[in-house]
C-alpha cells in the first residue's frame, strides 16, 4: 500500500471517529460556521470539540507548514483530506479571511518576525482579520484609493475611510491598503500594512444589506497609529502583495458554490412541483434549467481541478483566477434562483422557525453581492481580455 | 490523475497538428467540396495517418495497433477539430476500432482489427433511424433466418457510410422501439445483395449515408457481442464516440475563437480597432472562459473512459453537452464579430459554422446529454 493509500485510510478513520454528526450536515447560514477570534463563541457544543481536534493536527491550515501552525501536507496529502471531508460532509472547522487571504500573502511577502507572529495566532483562530481594501471611491477602481499613512518617526499616522469592510465589527486585525506616496504614479505609491482595530482612531459602522444581513461595514481611521515595521513587503510595493491575495480572495469566492452544496436540485424541486409517472420533474422548463446547470457545475469543478493541475505543471496563467472568479460567481447565483424557483412560496419565508430565520432567501440575495465583490464581473472580463487575450486599449 | 496531458499525448499532439496543419487546413476540405469529390476525403492522407499510427490508436498491440486511450483519441480529434479536416478517423479508428475491439470475437477482431490498423479498412456505424440521436429508438429489424438474421430497415446519417468496407448496424432481434433488450449489432458487408446506399451531401461537406436494408442476410458469425445484448455495447461505443466529438469541438471552438480574437486586434472601425471597444471585449473573455472549462470538462470525461469505463456516463454527457454549447457559441460570436465577412463564402469561419451544427448532432445534442444527466440523478 503507498504512503497516500495510508494517508487516506488514517484520514477516514480519524475524521469518522473525531468529526462529530452535527458538523456533517450542510451549513444554513454563515452564522453555523466558526470565525474565532478574541471574543469568539462557539454556536454549539460539537462546534467547539471540532474546531479543537481539528486545530490541535495543525488541520485548520492543511496545508501550512507545522512551525507556523499549520499541518504540513504536501498537495497530494492534502487533497485526499478534502477529498475524505468532502465525502463524510464535513464542515470546515474555521473560517477566516486570515487563512483563505492573508496567510497566504504573509507566507509568500511576510518576514520571518511578521510570519511568526501571525501565522499560528490565525490557524488556532486566535486573532479574526478583516480585509481593508475599497473606499467609497475606489472600489473597482481599486488602486484610486485615498486613506493615507504620514511617516512620523517609526510609525505612520493613518486616517481615512474603508467601505465593505466584511465583519470589521467582529475583527480584530485588519489588514489594510494604505497611500504612503501621495506624488507616486496611482499604483506607485500603496503600501500593505497591518494594525489591530483596538487601536486608538480606528471606529466601525455596519451596513444593513438587502439580505437583512449586515456582514460589511464602514471602517473609519481617525490618526491612527501604527509601527512601520508592520509593513507587509516593500514599502509602496503593496499593490503587488494585494494582488496576490486578491487572486486568492477571488479563487475563494469562485469555490464558494461548493461549500454551500446542501441538498441536490432536482430533489428540492421534486418536493414542491412533484413527478410525473417517469419521475421527471413536473415542471420541464425548471427540470431543464437544473440539468443545464449541474452540465455547468460539472464542468467549472473539473475547470477548478485543472487550473490546480496546470499550476503544479507550470503552465496556468498568473490571471486564470479572474476567469474562475468570472464563471464561479454567477453560477452560483444562478443556482440560488434556481433553487428559489424550485422552492417557490416556501422559499419566500423571511422570519420564522420553518423557515431557519429565511435562509434560503437571505443566502439568495448573498449571492448578489459575489459578482461585485472581490472585482465585479465586468473588471474580471477586462482582465481576461487585456492580460490573457491581450486585447488593445488601456 | 493530473488534468493536463502528459508529455507524450502533448507529442502526439504536435505530431498531428504538424500533418494535418500542413496537408489538410481548410482549404483542403474546400476544394473537395467544390470538386464534388467522390470520397470526400483524401485516402492519400489517409495513408500517412495510418503511417503515422493514428489509425490504429485504440486497436489493441497486439491486433497491430499502439493500444492507446481515448485521451490520445481525443488529442487527434481536437486537431481534426482545428482544421475540419475530412476523414475516416471518427468511424473507423474511434467507433468502429472500440466496437470490434470491446465486443468482437477473436476471429472478428483478428479480419479487421489488423486492416483498421494499417488503413486499408474504412468501416462506419450505422444507428440513427429518426432525424434525432435516439439509440434505444432502434426499429431497424433482424428476424432469424436460417443460420443468421435477415435485416429490414433503413439507417440515417451514417458517417462515411458510403466509402465504408464494413458496416456496423444496430438492429433488433427483440423487443419494441425504446427499450434496451433486444438491440443487436451486426458486421454487414455494403456490398452484401440488398444494401442499398445513398450518399447525402451535407451541410459541412463531411460525408454521411442514408442506408436502406432490404432482405439483407448476415451470417451468425457476424453478430458483435451478443444477441440481444447490444446496448451496453453501444453505450460504451457511444460514449468513446460522444467524447471524441466533443473533442472535436473543442478544437473547434478553439480555432474559431484564435481566429475571431486576431480580427478583433486588426480591424478598425469608427477610426479604432474593434477589439478596443468593451462590448467586445466582454464577449471575447466570456467565450475564452467557456473553452477552458469546456476543455476540462471533454478531458475530464476522456480521462474517466480510460480509467472507469462502467462510469464514465456522467462525465460523458456533461462534456457532450457543454461541447455543443460552447461549439455553438464560438461560432455564432465567430461570424457576428467578423461582421459581413463572417457571412461570406470565401471565408473560412463559415465551414466552422456548419461543422459545428453537425457535431451537436452526432450522437447526442446538448439537450439530449443534459436530460440524460437529469434521468441518472434522477429528476
Known sequence: ?????????????????????????????????????????????????????????????????????????????????R???????????????????????????????????????????????????????????????????????????????????????????????????????????????????????????????ISGYSPFCETFFDNVRVPKSHVVGT????????????????????????????????????????????GRLEDTMLRSQISTFEVDEAALAAAAERAVDLAKAGQSHPAFSSAMKYYGTELNKRRHEILMSAGGIDALEWESERSRGGARPRAWLRTKANSIEGGTSEVMLGIVAKRILDLPGA | MALVLTEEQSMLRDSARGLISDKAPVSHLRSLRDSKDATGFSRELWKAFAEMGFSGLLVPENFGGSGLGCVEAGVVMEEIGRTLMPSPFLSTAVLAASALSRGGSEAQKSAHLPRIADGSLLAALAID???????????????????????????????????????????????????????????????????????????????????????????????????DQGAALLDGVLNIGRGAVASEMVGLSEEVFGRTVTYLKERKQFGKLIGEFQALQHRAAQLYIDIEITRAAVLKALQALDGDFERAGAAVAVAKARAGTTATLAVQEGVQMHGGMGMTDQFDIGFFMKRARVCQELFGDSNYHADQLARMKGY
Open chain 1, 1 to 81: 500500500m503507498s504512503d497516500l493509500e495510508t494517508f487516506r485510510r488514517e484520514t477516514r478513520a480519524w475524521l469518522e471517529a473525531n468529526c462529530p454528526p452535527e458538523m456533517r450536515r450542510p451549513m444554513t447560514s454563515e452564522n453555523d460556521t466558526y470565525w474565532g477570534g478574541r471574543n469568539a463563541k462557539f454556536s454549539s457544543e460539537p462546534q467547539r470539540v471540532w474546531f479543537e481536534r481539528m486545530r490541535d493536527k495543525g488541520w485548520t491550515v492543511p496545508d501550512w507548514p507545522k512551525e507556523y501552525g499549520g499541518g504540513g501536507l504536501d498537495r497530494a496529502e492534502h487533497k485526499v483530506l
Open chain 1, 83 to 209: 477529498e475524505e471531508m468532502s465525502a463524510i460532509g464535513a464542515r470546515a472547522p474555521l473560517s477566516s479571511f486570515g487563512i483563505w487571504m492573508l496567510g497566504p500573502a504573509l507566507l509568500k511577502y511576510g518576514n520571518e518576525a511578521q510570519k511568526k507572529e501571525h501565522l499560528p495566532k490565525i490557524a488556532a483562530g486566535l486573532i479574526r482579520w478583516c480585509q481593508g481594501y475599497s473606499e467609497p471611491n475606489a472600489g473597482s477602481d481599486l488602486a484610486s484609493l485615498q486613506t493615507r499613512a504620514e511617516s512620523d518617526g517609526d510609525d505612520y499616522i493613518i486616517t481615512g475611510q474603508k467601505i465593505w469592510t466584511s465583519y470589521a465589527n467582529y475583527a480584530d486585525w485588519i489588514f489594510c491598503l494604505v497611500r504612503t506616496d501621495p506624488a507616486a504614479k496611482k499604483h506607485d505609491g500603496i503600501s500593505f500594512i497591518l494594525f489591530d482595530m483596538a487601536s486608538k482612531g480606528v471606529s466601525t459602522k455596519p451596513i444593513l444589506l
Open chain 1, 235 to 278: 514599502v509602496n510595493r503593496g499593490w503587488d502583495v494585494a494582488k496576490y491575495l486578491l487572486q486568492h480572495e477571488r479563487a475563494m469566492i469562485s469555490g464558494m458554490g461548493e461549500r454551500g452544496v446542501g441538498r441536490p436540485l432536482g430533489q428540492v424541486a421534486a418536493d414542491s412541483v412533484g413527478a410525473d409517472e417517469q
Open chain 2, 129 to 227: 433511424e429518426g432525424a434525432k440521436h435516439r439509440p434505444l429508438q432502434t426499429n431497424l429489424q433482424a428476424v432469424r433466418s436460417g443460420n443468421g438474421f435477415k435485416l429490414n430497415g433503413a439507417k440515417a446519417l451514417v458517417v462515411d457510410g458510403h466509402t465504408a468496407d464494413l458496416l456496423i448496424v444496430a438492429g433488433r432481434t427483440g423487443g419494441v422501439a425504446g427499450e434496451r433488450g433486444g438491440l443487436t449489432l451486426f458486421l454487414v458487408d455494403p456490398k452484401a445483395k440488398g444494401v442499398a446506399i445513398e450518399r447525402t451531401v451535407m451541410v459541412d461537406a463531411h460525408n454521411a449515408a442514408r442506408i436502406e436494408f432490404a432482405n439483407v442476410e448476415v451470417d451468425a458469425d457476424h453478430v458483435l457481442g451478443e444477441v
